[in-house]
């Protein structure tokens, strides 16, 4: 029998295991519902069990949801382990939990501040390690969700910045790890989507108009089925990148000239937002300020567990 050609395996996901972490809502749960769609079995991995079992219901008997905190070993290898077990192994995995905080480095809260580094950059490796055993059985494939924000740097956003910058390096070494091993690694940058951490943060009362003033296209919210339009056809062919749109990719040619023009666009509106920003912690409190979105306040509670 004749083999089918590398074009059609590498964009086709039919009866592959695509394991997904942030998976309740967004980007994460939009993407398991299309790649179950084209034919793959979902594994759903989060923390807010509920939500994410309402999608697995969506989805059909093709998914199953398992609660778990990707900042958690015991609990992911538990749930890592239920998913080889239910499905037989693993194909590809996204890891796609990730939270956000608003504030500035000298007031925000520093649990908050933190939990954000945990989740969305050791959240990352952690579930790739747990999971990469499985992966490398199957040649498959390992995609991380980064950001825009791992290119450009702005103001309120030191720590999210920072993960995703560091989830971007992360892929880049392991990359070259696995390439050996049959094992492809992606890593998607999208802008602002139109998700439920991106609504949040423009109704905050101080960061949100801040966000809102960015110039021209990289102030832009884009809808979410663009995006997963997008993370779709790069699932399908396991792409080294994915530009969520491409004119972030061309972002990167001048990421070195990037932060001398944020300050300078900073320069009159950081001000009244810092002065805001410490006037809101005084009526809210340090903590309250800075969380953003349901899976944010997810993962504080299951910090303070």
């Not at 991106?198 to 809102?212: I, Q, T």
């Not at 296209?217 to 663009?226: A, H, K, V």
């Not at 997008?230 to 994915?242: M, N, P």
């Not at 990719?249 to 023009?261: D, N, S, Y």
Request: overall charge positive; charged content about 25%.
């Amino acid at each position: 029998m004749t083999s089918l050609p590398t074009w059609w395996t590498t964009r086709n996901v039919r009866n592959k295991v695509v394991l997904v972490t942030g998976a309740a809502r967004g980007i994460g749960a939009g993407l398991a519902e299309r790649l179950a769609a084209d034919g793959a079995k979902v594994a759903l991995v989060g923390l807010e069990a509920d939500e994410q079992q309402r999608v697995a219901d969506r989805i059909g008997r093709a998914a199953r949801s398992w609660q778990a905190d990707v900042t958690d070993w015991k609990a992911l290898q538990s749930a890592v382990d239920g998913v080889v077990e239910h499905f037989g192994g693993i194909d590809v995995v996204i890891a796609n939990a990730g939270i956000a905080t608003t504030g500035f480095v000298r007031s925000v809260d520093p649990e908050a501040f933190e939990r954000v580094i945990e989740v969305d950059l050791l959240g990352v490796w952690r579930t790739f390690r747990v999971a990469l055993p499985h992966v490398v059985d199957r040649k498959g494939y390992l995609l991380a969700i980064s950001s825009l924000a791992a290119i450009t740097h702005a103001p309120g956003m030191a720590n999210y910045a920072a993960a995703k910058a560091g989830v971007e390096a992360f892929c880049n070494s392991l990359r070259a790890e696995v390439a050996h091993l049959g094992v492809k690694v992606g890593v998607a940058h999208p802008t602002w989507i139109r998700t439920d951490l991106v609504d949040s943060a423009d109704a905050h009362p101080v960061f949100g108009k801040l966000r809102n003033s960015m110039p021209g296209p990289i102030g832009r919210t884009y809808p979410l089925d663009f995006a997963l339009d997008r993370l779709q056809a790069g699932v399908r062919r396991r792409a080294r990148t994915i530009h969520v749109p491409r004119w972030v990719g061309a972002l990167k040619l001048f990421r070195t000239f990037l932060p001398p023009v944020v300050e300078l666009g900073s320069r009159f509106r950081v001000p009244k937002a810092d002065e805001a920003a410490l006037a809101d912690i005084a009526r809210r409190g340090a903590r309250e300020a800075a969380i953003t979105g349901h899976g944010g306040r997810a993962a504080a509670e299951a910090a303070r567990r």
